[in-house]
Each structure stands twice: as C-alpha cells, then as structure tokens.
C-alpha cells in the first residue's frame, strides 16, 4: 500500500513536471492528471469532434477555407507537416532538402516506402502532377496561382499566358527525387511546402475518377495519418476518419476513430460538450468566454490575425499624416478588448502579429526588438488632429466608415466610432455596415475613407504581413505608398534573401516605416482563439496557419 | 375540371418562371465575387476565375443559358463546393429537412386541431384559456428561443435526448416539437375560430334536432366544415417547414436545407441560390395547387371551374 501510493506520487510529481516542460503550444496544462497515461490507456483511442462547417472540398488543388484544409492536413500529407511546436518539419521529404548556393532550387528527396492507400508508392510526379493541375485554369485553382505565382519559376506564365505545363519548375529527376526551381529565394519555402495546395496527387487515379475525383470516401487516395471513412460530399454533415494502417509513421497514431460533426451555433457545441456528446467544440464566441475563464478545459491561444483600420489615401485629409496620426492614436483599444471583446483578444499596437515569428538567431519574438507603435494617447492625437486640422485648413472633417454587418462587428464599430468621436473634436464618422462581399468589393474599389479589415497569414513568415503594404500591392487598396518601404521590402526578397537574421531584421525596420513613421494603418487587435476540449484529450494540437488541427498527436486517456 | 387543372397548370409555369428570372437578376444584383479567396487573388487571376465560370460575359447571356440549362434538368455546379452538382447538395441535405417537416406537419396539425376542437366545445372554460394560451405562445415566442430552452431544459439538465446531431428518430424528436409549435398554434386558432362560428349554423342545430350525438355533431357535421381555412394555410406552411427551418437546425447541428440556403446567399454562390430557389417555388406552387384541389373534396359546394365560368 506504501510502496503504491509512493509511485502515486512520483507520477503525478513527475506529470506535473511533464506538463511544465512541454506546455505551451499543446492543450496540456489542462490535462495535468492524465499525462502519465497517455497513449498506453485502455481508454478507446476515439474522438469526436465539432466543425464550424461540413467539408466543401476534398481536392487538394481547390480548397480555400479551414475546414477543407484541415482535413487534408489530416488525411493527406506533404513534403513537410507542422508539427505541435508551430514548426514544419519534414514528412514525405526524405530529411531537408538540398537548395543549391543562391537559395532557388530545391531537391527533395522523397521518403521510401510512402504509399497511397490504393497501394501505390508516392512519387515526385505525384508532386509535379499536382502542381501543374493547381495552375491550369480549367480547374478553378485559387491557391494554386496565389501561392505559386511568383515564387515558383513558370507558374506565372503556365497560369496567365497558357505556357506549357511542363516549363513549370518541379521536375520529376527520378521517382524519388524532386527538383524545385523558384523565381527568386523564397526562404520559407519549405514551410509552404505543409500546404495543403502543395500535396502530392496520384495522376492515374484522379484522371480514372474524373469529374468524380473527391467527391466522397471513395474516391479520393490517402497517404496521411487518417483516411476518411464515411464522407458522402459537400452536403454531408457527419464524417468519420479511420486511422491509416498503411501510413509511415501509423506505429506513432493512437487515435483509431474520429467523429466530426457540423455544428454552426458555438452555443450548440458547448452544450454537446457538457452532456458529453462531443470531446471538441468550436471556437468560443466572444460571449461564451467569460462563463469558461479560469477551468482547465478551455483552451486559448493567440491567433496571428490582426484587426486595423485602412485608411485610404485618396481622401485628401487622410493623405495628413498628422490626420492618420492621431486617428491612430485616439482609440483606447484595451478598453475595447476588455470590455467589448472581453475573450482574451489582445490591443494590437502592431502590423505583425505577436508569437507568429520568431529572430532565426536569438529566437527573440518579432514584436521584442520593436515593440508598440501608435499606443493610446490622446493628448498626442489632440495635439496632432489639431495640427492636421490646420495643415488642411478646415475645422471639421467627416470621414465614411466601412465595417462588417454581424452584430459584433456593430457593437465594435459603434465603440470606435464613439472614441473618435469624443475625442478628435470637429470629426463625425459615418458607419457603414456592410456584409463581407461588399465590404471586399468596396476595398478594391477603394470607395470608402476608414475601414475595419483584417488578416490572417497563410504561411508562417512576416512577409505574408509585410507584402501587403507595397505600393499597388495586390492587398494594399488604400493608395498607400512610401519609396522607403517598397525599398525595405525589396532589400529582404532579394538583396539579404539568404541572410534570414538580416532579412527578419528588415522586416522589422519596415515596420517601423509602416506605422512610426506613416501611420499608414490603425492597428486595433489581435484575436484569441478559445475552445473548450474533454480532460481526457491528450496533447491536442492547434495550428496558426492554413490547417487549424493535427489530430495525429492525439491520444485519449482514462 | 379537366380545363381547371390546365389552365392551373400554365398559370403555374409562368409564376415559376417569374421567380426565377426575378431570382436570377436580384441576385446578379448583389455586389461581389462568389470565390472565397477573392481577397487574395490578383485581378487577373480573378479573370481568369471569371471566365471559367461564365461569370464575365453580359448579365443577359448568363440568364438566357442559365434558362436553357434549367431546361434541360441542369442546374450547375456550385462555386463554393468544389463543382460539386447543385443537385448534389439539394438531395443530401433535403432528407433531415423534409423528415423534420413532415413530422413537425403531422405532430402539429392533430395536437392543435385536437386544442382548437375542444377549445370550442368547452368554449370559456380552463381548458379553452388553456388552448388559447398554448397558441398564443406558439405564435409570439421566437422559434429560437423556444428551441434553445427545450434543448437546455430536456436535453442538457435532464438528458432525456441527444442535444444536437441527426442520428436517427431520438435526435429528431426535440426538433420536431420545435418546429411543430408554430402549426400548433396556427391550427388551434383557426380550429377554434371556425368550430365556433360553424356551431352556431343552422345545420348543427338541425343535426342536434334530429338526435345525433354531440360527439357526431362536433367531429362528423362541425369539423369537416371547420377544416377548410386550416387546409388553406397549413397548405403553404408545410412547404416552409419542409424546405428547412435555420434556426432549429442551427440550434440542433442538423445538417438540413434551410442553413444551406442562407450561406450561400451570403457567399453569392449562384448556381445554389438559384436551385434551391427553384426547389421551394416548385414545392410552393405544387402545394397550393393540391390545397386548391383539396377544397372540392372537403367541401362539395366548391365547384372547380375554368375562370370564364
């Protein structure tokens, strides 16, 4: 009896202990207790879990939204995978790649032995085959051009001038190997490469499954942690996975079975959750955090998106930077996140977000060496509305203000709207609720002053933020434009595109020209990610880009 | 008769094709680009989205073949799923939809007309306040509402029923009381109205005259007469209850037509907006149609007749 409750303790100390090293990233502080047990329970290795919506695509090439994304991520493997650090690492890629002196080509090695479920073995054409479909028009990619255009060399004319297929950068050396040419170094590439668009495909069977290709269980091929078991299509609001026995790594899967089912109303999800209907729910709504604070369950992590105010640059006051600045200055956003938020979602006094990416040396966060710009201040703003009042020579301006329809983002607007108000004397803002279509047709229209707008990153570099500020930028639609920010941004892509430290360093330098110096956006917040998940889901796993989960770390304990 | 039921059935074509073109150009009307991705694309990478789909040429062309697709049985693949056939997506999620109607109709229509009928037979008694209550709460208090409480008080307190997912019979059963409150309601009310009124006619009185059964007087003389309003506009709402409720199935996670139909409003996939549309009017004109028919069976003093007539 002494000896056993001895050994009681030295597992919890020593679980205890577990959970304070590997906490962090994973869902483990909340499952203290069941950490010693782990993957070798008796417990039935099955979960089920709760989607915001069913699956729209299946077809790697296609996909453009979370849900498909992150059942690809799980059913479906690339050259790399990330992992429960955040990190990409290698996965049907046979180790790193070789990448020749100047950083533009890549020569994957794939791993021996991979397989698709169908038994065939994975090829480098299954890559090339993949890719060259992403960028033919006739299939209705948008990632494929998004992501490739300029970045892998021909991807461009393949897409817009109808250049032959095979003049594509990825070549097909041998069954195993495959060679990458880039327009120019790209230094995250590899992690891209965890993309689902990048996925391999067999070319066999989707040209014998035709118009048929993933539409359901049956006709698509795995070659990741899972398969699907059970998915009728689009419309089908359940779907099962069933763990892969042929994958490579199946010795290190618990998970046997997984449930989802589409739950659109988070309140739905937390009910299922408590009568214990379901494991997982779905991101919290704003209104149903505070009732969670503070229970292990609930798990929270910082999103990489951020929130800002555009500012278009066609109106003549919002070409003053003192105008910009002291918008920028005047919105009291803890009170905002505090009060009107209220789900740990932070105050962003940033362009690119907090715990996204990482010094390549110091590991020192990106927000560490440059910290916050445009903080609340409103003596500052007074001081420099007035200013900018009499730069433009009138006392009073009325700017339109673009923002969302949903009752959220009304109230969040509505804050705002009054902070401005109240305190830049002289100003009325005009709100404009308007849904999401109209609101991006209007951005690219440039017809509006202020707008609410935000981003979220689909690989995990602070370019994905950066780029978007380049004059006649793509995203930009807010006639910004500094000589010294483009330069910035042309130094990091091409003079230090092999010297990460200075590149990141740039990087930050550029940011610093964004908002010190132009205050060209208002950053207003950067949003909190919460769901609740049973005490019995070890190392549950998020991710901040592209797909949101990997279920294959995943064991279940008692 | 006969030239009843094809006048009825040309009238019914040209309300169809109404709707549709109506549709069609409202819908066109609503800025945009259906591409969810539209935001990260490129101008001429969304051209080149453009004309895959059809969606660059003129408004007009677009109708004349959509028309002439519609025509031929095809009502396009959907933007948002992958290309997947909008007939596709109608029949996979129409199951849970027209199962909940259905049962909602059938469990609705008989609690309330049996709440109407005694309503009037004890006419300002506690069971008549009762009735009347019951459909008057039916018809005001939100269908959310209604339908969070029932899923918080008997699924998540009590645990008598799954909270939410479509797995069979038990997971419908909440849902359907849920839905069902609002034909409850409107059959008590009408029920009441009508047996009162049809009561005091000088057939009943006649009947009761001649000695029949307050029992045979109520269900076999009063009801029938009294059922004709409520065909009328339980007619109709079976299509509505059928073509899937939002916020029930929100509330219980059912993957059904109605939520279907409102995303993709809000993701102006076209070819879906259209289909659905399409479906509802069909379903909506065929109802009436067989309510109209419904009328001579009932009641034998309504004569079918060409207009002209």
Redesign the interface.
Known sequence: MKKYSLLLVLTLVLSVFLAGCFGGDTAEEGNTGNESEGGSSDAPQELRVMETSAIPVMDTILASDTVSFTTMNNVNEGLYRLNADQETVPALADGEPEVNEDGTVYTFKIKEGAVWSNGDAITANDFVYAWQRALDPDSGSSYGPYLMEGKIKGASEVFNDGADPSTLGAVAVDDQTLEVTLEKPVSYFTSLMAFPTFFPQNQAFVEEQGDNYATSADTILYNGPFVLENWDGSSDGEWVYAKNTEYWDADNVALEKITFNEVKDAQTAVNAYESQEADITTKLSSELVPQYEGDANMVSWLEPTVFWIKMNQTNEALQNLNIRKALAMAIDKQSLTDNIFNNGSIPANYAVPKEFVQHPDTGEDFREANGDMLTYDVDAAKEAWAKGLEELGVDSLELRYLGGDTEAAKTSDEFIQNQLETNLEGLTIKLESVPFSVRLERDKALDYDLQMAGWGPDYLDPISFSDLWITDGGNNHMAFSSEKYDKLLKDAESTYANDPAKRFETLQEAEKVLLEEEAAIVPIYQRQANILVNEKVNKFTYHFVGPEYSFYPISIGE | MGKYVFQRIIYMIITLFIIVSLTFFLMKL????P???????????LA??N???GLDQPVAVQYLKYLGNVLQGDLGV?F?????PVM??????IGPSATLGLQAMIFGTIIGIILGVVAALRQNTWLDYGSTLVAVLGKSVPSFVFA?LL??FI??KL?WL??????GFEYSILPTIALAIFPISIAARFMRTEMIDVLSSDYITLARAKGASSFEVAFKHAMRNALIPVVTVLGPLTVSLMTGSLVVE??????GLG??FVKSI???DHPVIMGTTILFAVLFIVIVFVVDILYSIIDPRIRLSGGNN
């Open positions: 609503i800025p945009g680009s591409f969810s991705a539209a935001a990260k694309l490129t101008e001429s990478q080149i989205m004309a895959k789909y959907s948002q799923f992958s290309n997947t596709d997506l109608i029949l996979g999620r969070a899923q918080y699924a998540v645990g799954p909270v939410a997912f479509w797995r929100q509330v219980f996670a059912i993957p939520e279907q809000e993701l102006l």
